[in-house]
Nanobody
Framework: QVQLVESGGGLVQAGGSLRLSCAAS???????????MGWYRQAPGKQRELVAT???????NYADSAEGRFTISRDNAKNTVYLQSNSLKPEDTGVYYCYAEVLGDLRKYWGQGTQVTVSS
């Protein structure tokens, strides 16, 4: 079992910066078998969409809407994944959810989400 806790959300102005963190915890076996981690977001009234993913070996992928403005990174020693933006836009507003996938299991483990609000 894996538990994920996001932090770092808040209210920022357009063009501002934010760094989200997601820390994984659980059994040693579960933590050590996490491969992919990443972020989804869901704006009010919109479908959930992928933002970015990163593997344990730091291979990254970005959604078209995120590439160029967001950076995903990972600290395996801390079992933590990050999402950074230095140029937030109002359309980035939404709840950001962290997820993790364990080797041998296709299910996604989800955090509870953190609210990001970008004002114009």
């Amino acid at each position: 079992q894996v538990q994920l806790v996001e932090s770092g959300g808040g209210l920022v102005q357009a063009g501002g910066s934010l760094r989200l963190s997601c820390a994984a915890s659980g059994s040693i076996l579960s933590i050590n078998t996490i491969n992919t981690m990443g972020w989804y977001r869901q704006a009010p009234g919109k479908q959930r969409e992928l933002v970015a993913t990163i593997t344990r070996g730091s291979n990254v992928n970005y959604a078209d809407s995120a590439e160029g403005r967001f950076t995903i990174s990972r600290d395996n020693a801390k079992n933590t994944v990050y999402l950074q933006s230095n140029s937030l836009k109002p359309e980035d507003t939404g709840v950001y959810y962290c997820y993790a996938e364990v080797l041998g299991d296709l299910r996604k483990y989800w955090g509870q989400g953190t609210q990001v609000t970008v004002s114009s």
